[in-house]
């Protein structure tokens, strides 16, 4: 009688016991796929991020080309550029710096003349903010065309927009 | 007191069974689910295949001060006739073509496929390899070279 | 015979027990997981929709579809202009955007416009957000400037708006309740005498209600103080009809104000550049092209006020300043394309 009585006590604790190693083992199975899938969706986040970065680089009205009050799609003002790097590289010009960190965020924007090869490369780093830490970055090149005023003809431009995920 | 206890045995297996069935169900999902990020990436080979032909066709080269544009519908309508530094309007829009394609798409370690269609003069300029079972992203623009009759650029880039 | 009736009962209390203790500990895990989930659920959307604003802001011109999550879109800017939308419990600053919608688009799909901002020059797209849950009511008075300001607003619309139309603002009053989630009063340049917002049927009391007066160059709003059918009212100037369009899409004056301030900010911005801009062209034109002249004082003009705007100065009587500047700008622009020297902007 005693016996049966232990022997049954033994297979109720046998019964929790791989009921609790059962369930914790699903539990960190469980968590390890949503941290997984957490990540997934922080990644893919971070690329639409990074997309519309580069949208806005591409439309802002600071650097339009426009004829006749007409825009013209993909294509920078090259003294626009030159300007808008000045401006926003000022040390004395915190506020305008500040003001465009709404729009960009973390990232640094550079615009490079690739067509015709001169000696004097148009290279121009409009806009650079990095953080002193950061997960990762996404960079982008867009082809764009550089409009000079001056000789009334457009160059081949590269606008490369790395931007930095914290 | 036999059968229920092989009954049981029967049972605990039967769980053990659909338990593992669950699990590979859901490694399976995992291996077979595309990286993140190929969504955007593929939207980026787009834009970025759309904008390169854009923004070359306008470009404006020494020539005359004529865009790649004009020396296309030049080559296309006339063979070549515009004499551009002792080349045909045809082989130095190729050359500014392969400069474009080698100064951004090479450089970038993109492979790419660029051909003109529309009129024989045209067809000649290629650049890039064709690779029929890659990945890709694929952007057409035809160009009007008169009424009637028009030149399409494609280019191929391959991700 | 007594032990075993006891160990029966202890039998089904323990399994009561343990039961309810397992039974505890898994709903409370599902409720937690519920409520993760619906978090993770809204930071996505708003991720997603801020995505869908920036490209829709980027269209101008055009008006797109947008799918509104089940419980709707919030939008909001307090006094100091943080503005921002939110989805369940996720707010989302709106940033660099200019964004004029209802404080509520909830139930049918939205539908998302955009118009550029002329300074003279091109300054930023707005983005006007509605749904058909908001009822306008374009009131304007025949054969006077209000008729003409309505051919402007009804030329340049997109479709798919719940608009109707007034012709005699004595009909207001009339008005029946028509269920609508939001009902809107656009007030076409009407003499603020004939507006009689206090008469309206007293079904509206409890409702949403609110109403904008544009005149020539300032905005009247209208806003009803809850549960009753009073409105208070306050005036904004507007420069551009763009600006127009904002007062009727804007949820209050509040959000309008906002908008106008970062619009300025982006004027004096845009500013500053062209104007460094043609100084450039001005000085490597010196000598090959004498004829281009630029005169660029009246810039100094617009990037003052616009600079004072930005901070929320009160402008309403410089807004004549910065129109003659922005005009000037556009003649001297003219001239200049005529002596087909390179533009101004």
């Given at each position: 009688?005693?016996?049966?009585?232990?022997?049954?006590?033994?297979?109720?604790?046998?019964?929790l016991?791989?009921?609790?190693?059962l369930l914790?083992?699903?539990?960190a199975?469980?968590?390890?796929?949503?941290?997984?899938?957490?990540?997934?969706?922080?990644?893919?986040?971070?690329?639409l991020?990074?997309?519309q970065?580069v949208?806005?680089?591409?439309?802002?009205?600071?650097?339009?080309?426009?004829?006749?009050?007409?825009?013209?799609?993909n294509?920078?003002?090259?003294l626009k550029?030159k300007?808008?790097?000045?401006?926003?590289?000022?040390p004395?010009?915190?506020?305008?710096?500040?003001?465009?960190?709404?729009?960009?965020?973390?990232?640094?924007i550079?615009?490079?003349?690739?067509?015709?090869?001169?000696n004097?490369?148009?290279?121009?780093t409009?806009?650079?903010?990095?953080?002193?830490?950061?997960?990762?970055?996404i960079?982008?090149q867009?082809?764009?065309?550089?409009?000079?005023?001056?000789?009334?003809?457009?160059?081949?431009?590269i606008?490369?927009?790395?931007?930095?995920?914290? | 007191?036999?059968?229920?206890?092989?009954?049981?045995?029967?049972?605990?297996?039967?769980?053990?069974?659909?338990?593992?069935?669950i699990?590979?169900?859901?490694?399976?999902?995992?291996?077979?689910k595309?990286?993140?990020?190929?969504?955007t990436?593929?939207?980026?080979?787009?834009?970025l295949?759309?904008?390169?032909?854009?923004?070359?066709?306008?470009?404006t080269?020494d020539?005359?001060?004529?865009?790649?544009?004009?020396?296309?519908?030049?080559c296309?309508?006339?063979?070549?006739?515009?004499?551009?530094?002792?080349?045909?309007?045809?082989?130095?829009?190729?050359?500014?073509?392969?400069?474009?394609l080698?100064?951004?798409?090479?450089?970038?370690?993109?492979?790419?496929?660029?051909?003109?269609?529309?009129?024989?003069?045209?067809?000649?300029?290629?650049?890039?390899?064709?690779?029929?079972?890659?990945?890709?992203?694929?952007?057409i623009?035809?160009?009007?070279?008169?009424?009637?009759?028009?030149i399409s650029?494609?280019?191929?880039i391959?991700? | 015979?007594?032990?075993?009736?006891?160990?029966?009962?202890?039998?089904?209390?323990?399994?009561?027990i343990?039961?309810?203790?397992?039974?505890?500990?898994?709903?409370?895990?599902v409720?937690?997981?519920?409520?993760?989930?619906?978090?993770?659920?809204?930071?996505?959307?708003?991720?997603?929709?801020e995505?869908?604003?920036s490209?829709?802001?980027?269209s101008?011109?055009?008006?797109?579809l947008?799918?509104?999550p089940?419980?709707g879109?919030?939008?909001?800017c307090?006094?100091?202009?943080?503005?921002?939308?939110?989805?369940?419990?996720?707010?989302?600053?709106?940033?660099?955007?200019?964004?004029?919608?209802?404080?509520k688009?909830?139930g049918?799909?939205?539908?998302?416009w955009?118009?550029?901002?002329k300074?003279?020059?091109?300054?930023?797209?707005?983005l006007y957000?509605?749904n058909?849950?908001?009822?306008?009511?374009?009131?304007?008075?025949p054969?006077?400037?209000?008729?003409?300001?309505?051919?402007?607003?009804?030329?340049?619309?997109?479709?798919?708006?719940?608009?109707a139309?007034?012709k005699?603002?004595?009909?207001?009053?009339?008005i029946?309740?028509?269920?609508?989630?939001?009902?809107k009063?656009?007030?076409?340049?009407?003499?603020?005498?004939?507006?009689?917002?206090?008469?309206?049927?007293?079904?509206?009391?409890?409702?949403?209600?609110?109403?904008?007066?544009?005149?020539?160059?300032?905005?009247t709003?209208?806003?009803?103080?809850?549960?009753e059918?009073?409105?208070?009212?306050?005036?904004?100037?507007?420069?551009?009809?763009?600006?127009?369009?904002?007062?009727?899409?804007?949820?209050?004056?509040?959000?309008?104000?906002?908008?106008?301030?970062?619009?300025?900010?982006?004027?004096n911005?845009v500013?500053?550049?062209?104007?460094?801009?043609?100084?450039m062209?001005?000085?490597?034109l010196?000598?090959?092209?004498?004829?281009?002249?630029?005169?660029?004082?009246?810039?100094?003009?617009?990037?003052?006020?616009?600079?004072?705007?930005?901070?929320?100065?009160?402008?309403s009587q410089?807004?004549?300043?910065?129109t003659?500047?922005a005009?000037?700008?556009?003649r001297?622009?003219?001239?200049?394309?005529?002596?087909?020297?390179?533009?101004?902007?």
């Amino acid at each position: 009688m005693r016996h049966k009585a232990q022997i049954k006590m033994f297979e109720t604790m046998a019964v929790l016991v791989i009921f609790f190693f059962l369930l914790v083992g699903g539990a960190a199975f469980y968590f390890q796929i949503q941290k997984s899938s957490m990540q997934r969706e922080i990644d893919k986040q971070q690329q639409l991020i990074a997309f519309q970065v580069v949208q806005k680089a591409l439309f802002l009205p600071e650097l339009d080309c426009s004829f006749v009050s007409i825009q013209k799609d993909n294509c920078f003002d090259k003294l626009k550029v030159k300007q808008l790097s000045l401006l926003l590289n000022d040390p004395e010009n915190e506020d305008f710096f500040i003001d465009y960190f709404n729009v960009f965020g973390f990232a640094d924007i550079k615009v490079t003349q690739i067509y015709p090869r001169v000696n004097q490369t148009f290279v121009y780093t409009l806009y650079k903010n990095i953080p002193d830490d950061y997960s990762s970055i996404i960079s982008t090149q867009s082809p764009v065309l550089l409009f000079d005023a001056v000789e009334n003809r457009y160059d081949f431009g590269i606008v490369e927009v790395d931007v930095y995920a914290e | 007191m036999q059968n229920k206890r092989s009954q049981m045995e029967i049972m605990g297996l039967v769980i053990i069974v659909i338990l593992v069935a669950i699990g590979m169900l859901f490694a399976i999902q995992f291996l077979l689910k595309k990286p993140v990020g190929r969504e955007t990436a593929a939207v980026k080979e787009s834009t970025l295949a759309a904008n390169f032909l854009n923004t070359m066709l306008s470009t404006t080269t020494d020539c005359f001060d004529r865009n790649v544009r004009e020396l296309l519908q030049d080559c296309a309508l006339t063979g070549g006739a515009t004499n551009c530094f002792g080349m045909s309007s045809c082989d130095y829009a190729a050359d500014q073509i392969d400069m474009m394609l080698e100064d951004t798409l090479g450089k970038w370690n993109k492979d790419y496929y660029f051909t003109i269609s529309g009129a024989p003069d045209v067809e000649k300029i290629k650049f890039g390899e064709e690779c029929k079972y890659c990945e890709r992203e694929a952007k057409i623009h035809p160009v009007p070279v008169r009424p009637g009759f028009e030149i399409s650029l494609m280019l191929e880039i391959y991700g | 015979m007594k032990k075993r009736g006891l160990e029966m009962q202890a039998h089904w209390i323990f399994i009561l027990i343990a039961g309810a203790i397992i039974l505890a500990f898994f709903f409370s895990i599902v409720a937690k997981q519920k409520s993760l989930s619906e978090q993770k659920i809204s930071i996505t959307l708003s991720a997603n929709i801020e995505a869908v604003f920036s490209g829709a802001i980027e269209s101008k011109g055009t008006a797109q579809l947008l799918t509104v999550p089940k419980d709707g879109i919030d939008f909001d800017c307090s006094e100091a202009c943080d503005c921002n939308f939110w989805i369940g419990d996720k707010s989302t600053s709106f940033r660099d955007k200019i964004i004029f919608a209802p404080k509520k688009v909830i139930g049918q799909d939205a539908t998302a416009w955009s118009s550029e901002w002329k300074l003279p020059f091109r300054v930023s797209n707005f983005l006007y957000i509605t749904n058909p849950n908001v009822k306008y009511y374009i009131v304007y008075v025949p054969n006077t400037n209000s008729a003409r300001i309505f051919d402007r607003i009804n030329k340049t619309l997109p479709p798919g708006l719940n608009i109707a139309v007034l012709k005699d603002p004595g009909a207001v009053p009339s008005i029946p309740y028509e269920g609508f989630q939001e009902t809107k009063f656009v007030f076409l340049d009407v003499p603020d005498s004939s507006i009689n917002l206090a008469g309206l049927d007293t079904a509206f009391r409890k409702k949403d209600v609110s109403a904008v007066n544009i005149h020539q160059n300032t905005i009247t709003f209208y806003e009803k103080e809850p549960g009753e059918l009073y409105f208070t009212s306050g005036t904004s100037p507007f420069v551009g009809e763009a600006l127009m369009f904002a007062s009727i899409f804007s949820a209050d004056k509040q959000m309008y104000d906002c908008g106008l301030q970062a619009a300025f900010l982006k004027l004096n911005h845009v500013a500053q550049i062209i104007y460094g801009r043609a100084k450039m062209i001005q000085q490597n034109l010196s000598l090959s092209k004498p004829e281009c002249v630029y005169v660029l004082g009246d810039f100094n003009a617009l990037m003052q006020l616009s600079g004072e705007f930005s901070s929320g100065i009160e402008f309403s009587q410089k807004i004549p300043g910065i129109t003659a500047a922005a005009n000037a700008i556009a003649r001297e622009n003219k001239n200049l394309i005529l002596l087909s020297c390179p533009e101004i902007y």
